[in-house]
């Protein structure tokens, strides 16, 4: 049975929000496009975390406390998440997040990384790397990743998840979606602790940043890039049921990408079975420089 979060003690998350400071602190970024923010942590080569259309960077925290002793991790917060500034768009989009993360890339002088998109987080990561600056990304690793709703097939049912997810907004509103969503980012078998952490990283939604969020979702589809020239990794939880692993993996197929399932893990894999998910970037780490295939 799924565990109900509307009575979660904010306790559980106390110790976490104490770790982001200590261990994978804020940085801010002035760029031409506005404020970027992000959480860095470690040193060596960098991999860079794009998050989900419900969370943020905070929510890579284990991760990135796992990584960060053989890698510089950088965890972006979407445009209009956190403290990053909107997009100027309305609707943005896949190119209007690729040319942000850019930016945010040289500020920071990252020359080659290792890109990893988590489900939306997968849409802009996938238009960079098959961008004009493609060559700066050494893999490309997808965690459950979204498709979008672009394609001429989709695009009825992305009608209607638009104008369902700018209802919930209007009401019941952010805090009211992050009690009743966060059970569905999660395997039947997540902690307390996993269930507190995800609502608390929705939580943190910025009404305009989500709003942007939503028209890239519904009208973009992650395949109309081109073909990738670097390695690809396709990564979903066994117990995914938004981004489903069937669905996974025929996106991992029509990409040329390996595809691997995380047992225990819902579609917020990165809260939920950390190990794993640092696990598999740390070989997509290795392997980039290495040049081998996993």
Excluded at 127 to 144: D, K, P, T, Y
Excluded at 157 to 172: M, N, S, T
Excluded at 207 to 213: I, V
Aim: glycine share 10%.
């Amino acid at each position: 049975m799924l565990q109900t979060t509307d009575h979660l003690d904010p306790s559980l998350t106390a110790d976490l929000e104490a770790q982001l400071g200590l261990n994978f602190p804020l940085r801010r970024l002035d760029l031409a496009g506005g404020q970027q923010a992000l959480r860095e942590c470690g040193r060596g080569p960098a991999i860079v975390l794009l998050h989900g259309i419900g969370s943020g960077a905070a929510s890579w925290l284990a991760v990135a406390q796992l990584l960060g002793q053989r890698a510089r991790v950088i965890a972006w917060d979407a445009p209009g998440y956190g403290q990053s500034s909107p997009l100027r768009s309305l609707a943005p989009d896949a190119s209007d997040y690729a040319g942000r993360l850019g930016q945010m890339l040289d500020a920071l002088g990252v020359e080659r990384c290792v890109l990893v998109g988590h489900s939306l987080g997968a849409i802009t990561a996938t238009a960079f790397a098959s961008g004009a600056q493609q060559q700066r990304v050494s893999r490309l690793v997808l965690i459950s990743p979204a498709q979008g709703y672009g394609h001429p097939s989709r695009q009825a049912q992305g009608r209607a998840v638009r104008k369902k997810r700018l209802a919930d907004l209007e009401h019941p509103g952010i805090q009211a979606m992050a009690r009743q969503r966060s059970a569905c980012m999660l395997s039947p078998g997540a902690s307390p602790g996993d269930h507190a952490w995800v609502r608390w990283n929705m939580a943190q939604l910025n009404p305009e940043g989500y709003r942007q969020a939503i028209e890239l979702l519904c009208g973009e589809d992650l395949l109309r890039q081109p073909p990738l020239s670097m390695p690809c990794d396709v990564h979903c939880g066994a117990a995914d049921g938004i981004t489903t692993p069937d669905s996974c993996q025929l996106l991992a197929r029509a990409l040329g990408a390996s595809f691997s399932l995380m047992t225990g893990a819902g579609h917020a894999s990165p809260i939920e079975q950390p190990y794993a998910v640092a696990g598999r970037l740390a070989l997509a780490i290795e392997h980039s420089l290495t040049g081998a295939s996993l």
